[in-house]
């Protein structure tokens, strides 16, 4: 999961719920188009290349998040701000 809400609202304890992208390290997902974002192995300690699904965009508990792994690349968010702005027909 990438986390891409505020961080007032991450920060904020009384805030339960976190906004995030799933990721997957399936191929076939990769060629889906403008709303997946490849991201490389190695980027946020990700064991193989992978990609995040900006068209799954969802709400968490915070408490289903229990441990950070890394975090990825400002070039690789910006491609993730692109393809959630494609998702939601965003400017």
Not at 11 to 35: E, H, M, N
């Amino acid at each position: 999961m990438i986390l891409v809400s505020h961080d007032g609202f991450n920060q904020t304890p009384a805030w339960r719920s976190i906004i995030v992208v799933p990721i997957s390290t399936s191929a076939s997902q990769i060629k889906r188009g403008l709303t997946v974002v490849e991201i490389p192995g190695g980027a946020a300690s990700l064991p193989k290349t992978s990609c995040a699904l900006c068209h799954q965009v969802t709400t968490l508990d915070r408490a289903k998040l229990t441990k950070r792994i890394g975090a990825l690349p400002p070039e690789v968010l910006r491609e993730v701000e692109g393809g959630l702005k494609a998702a939601m027909d965003l400017d």
